[in-house]
């Protein structure tokens, strides 16, 4: 089954709700000239999740057959050193399901 991101993002969130993560999604602006605008640099993550004890993550969310643009991979690149970061598809979930129960150690780092 086909799943559009719109729908996979709704399912993630809900996702991450129930294993208690905080969720950023930006949306774009409608201007008074009818354009719609996003802020900041091209291809920013779509999903930006926080959990106190889980970690913070960074990720890209794509159809199953969806490309990653430039900007993206580029934007993931500059995080990956210092945050959590993925580019999740909806044939992902299992481990999507797994990475957001998981509580991280931060003794370690």
């Known amino acids: ?38 802020t900041g640099s091209a291809g920013f993550p779509d999903l930006v999740l926080a959990h106190n004890e889980r970690g913070f993550i960074l990720a890209e969310l794509k159809t199953d057959v969806g490309r990653v643009s430039a900007q993206q991979v580029e934007w993931l690149k500059a995080c990956d050193p210092h945050v959590e970061c993925y580019i999740w598809r909806p044939r992902d979930l299992p481990e999507i399901h797994a990475r957001l129960s998981r509580n991280i150690d931060r003794r370690s780092g």
């Open 1 to 38: 089954m086909k799943i559009s991101e719109q729908a996979f993002m709704a399912q993630l969130k809900a996702i991450a709700y129930t294993y208690g993560w905080m969720t950023h999604h930006s949306q774009p602006s409608l201007t008074r000239t009818g354009r719609y605008i996003t």
